[in-house]
Each structure stands twice: as structure tokens, then as C-alpha cells.
Nanobody, 126 residues
């Protein structure tokens, strides 16, 4: 099993940058693909970015390509989401998620993931 705790959210202005962290506990962290999702008020939870268990195959939603970067440091049991050029439409609660199984490919659907963090709020003002 793995437990996930997000941090790094906050209140920023459009154009600013923010780095989210997801701290994981559990001896099998490196066996999991990791993803970031977000959910804005009144919206469905949507895929943001994912990375496979080796740190390869980064994949991004079209809405964040070129602005966000996902990375992981398995030695530190941490996944990151670097968010640059933030826009008001990026405002949401951001969740990290884990999918077990030494997977080569990454998934974008919420129901593919086995564990979820509690979320961290990101608010971008205009």
C-alpha cells in the first residue's frame, strides 16, 4: 500500500509558478505509476499529468502541455508537479494518485488509479 499527501498549493496571480509535491509512504512506491488530477468547483475531476514507474513516458492533458512538468524522485518517495504560467482556469483542488503494477503505459482515467491523496488547493487570480 501507499499513502499520499499533497502539499505546495496556495494563492498566486496569473503568470506565476507553483510547485506541488506529493509525499508517499510505503515500501512499494517505486512500483507505481503516478498521476496528477484536478477538480474545480462544479466540474468533474480531470486528468492533468502522469508518469510511469521508471520516471518515463510523461503525459499531459492538452490544457497544460508546455506549462506543467511532472517528475518523480523514487529515492525521496516524492512526485512533483511544476506549474508555470498559471492561468485562472487552473484553479482547482489538485490530487495525486497512484496506480500499482509496474506499468509501462500511463492512464488518464480516474478509475485506473488505486490510491489518492487528500488534495491541495491551487487558486490563481487574474
Amino acid at each position: 500500500q501507499v499513502q499520499l499527501v499533497e502539499s505546495g498549493g496556495g494563492l498566486v496571480q496569473a503568470g506565476d509558478s507553483l510547485r506541488l509535491s506529493c509525499a508517499a509512504s510505503g515500501r512499494t512506491f517505486s512500483n507505481y505509476n503516478m498521476g496528477w488530477f484536478r477538480q474545480a468547483p462544479g466540474k468533474e475531476r480531470e486528468f492533468v499529468a502522469a508518469i510511469n514507474w521508471r520516471g518515463g513516458s510523461p503525459y499531459y492533458a492538452d490544457s497544460v502541455k508546455g506549462r506543467f512538468t511532472i517528475s518523480r524522485d523514487n529515492a525521496k518517495n516524492t512526485v512533483y508537479l511544476q506549474m508555470n504560467s498559471l492561468k485562472p482556469e487552473d484553479t482547482a483542488v489538485y490530487y495525486c494518485a497512484a496506480e500499482r503494477g509496474y506499468l509501462l503505459v500511463v492512464h488518464t482515467a480516474t478509475n485506473e488509479y488505486d490510491y489518492w491523496g487528500q488534495g491541495t488547493q491551487v487558486t490563481v487570480s487574474s
